[in-house]
């Protein structure tokens, strides 16, 4: 394998937990709301699916529905799905559904998971592309820029900005091509079946983790070094990728 494409939400980074998405948004607006009421509100939106990379709606409304299929195609059509779904959550300020979505994209609003650095880290250093392949209606480069991860990332195909989103393979063929990778020397990681399944249609290897919290999910990522032979060669060497990882603590 020459490469690796690795979807972003649920694969390499968790969002922040509603409750905490809706209380941040609240600290920057400098508003206040009643704990009881707050941690009803937080439920609500939590079930409308309200917060992106979270969980999916419980039922979607008519005025989302007409987009929610294609919400990852531009900037616009991702922030009305996503607003539209808030605003069926009474808030104490209407203003907070606009302030809740751009809270979500804050890179405090992420954490990635434990191994990501290391497994990223270690691909680059042994020579192998990486290239993240996301649905997504805003520009996630800041996240890996202020996690520090941005250096191990060759490339980002993001569909808000191609206008294709996943299963597409086109989405997929735009990455193989930035990192100049044959699409059958190429691994895709993700999350969702569907979505990054869609890179089989192109040839790719295809290797799913599980979306969980962050704390329930350590080392999901580390086989991906053994499927590119990187893993193996490493233990041969007598290398220790979490070695690096808690020097950089």
Request: proline fraction near 6%; hydrophobic fraction near 45%.
């Amino acid at each position: 394998m020459t490469a690796v494409l690795f979807d972003f939400s649920g694969t390499l980074f968790r969002v922040e937990s509603t409750e905490s998405w809706l209380r941040g948004a609240l600290a920057e607006a400098q508003m206040e709301f009643d704990e009881a009421d707050l941690a009803e509100a937080a439920l609500a939106l939590e079930a409308m699916g309200a917060l992106p990379g979270g969980v999916d709606p419980s039922w979607l409304p008519e005025d989302v529905a007409s987009v929610w299929g294609v919400r990852d195609k531009s900037a616009e059509l991702h922030r009305a799905a996503y607003t539209g779904l808030s605003r069926h959550v009474r808030l104490p300020d209407e203003r907070l559904h606009d302030l809740l979505y751009d809270r979500h994209m804050a890179p405090a609003a992420w954490m990635p998971y434990p191994d990501t650095a290391e497994v990223l880290r270690t691909l680059r250093e042994r020579g192998i592309g990486v290239g993240v392949v996301s649905n997504i209606g805003w520009d996630l480069r800041p996240v890996f820029r202020e996690h520090g991860i941005d250096p191990y990332v060759d490339t980002y195909v993001l569909s808000y900005e191609h206008g294709v989103q996943k299963p597409d393979p086109r989405l997929f063929a735009v990455a193989c091509a930035a990192l100049d990778a044959d699409p059958r020397d190429v691994v895709m990681v993700g999350d969702n079946r569907r979505a990054d399944g869609g890179a089989a249609a192109l040839g790719c290897a295809v290797h799913f983790v599980d979306h969980l919290p962050a704390e329930q999910r350590p080392d999901a990522l580390r086989p991906v070094l053994d499927l590119v032979g990187v893993g193996a060669a490493s233990r041969a060497n007598g290398a220790d990728p979490r070695q690096g990882k808690r020097e950089n603590k």
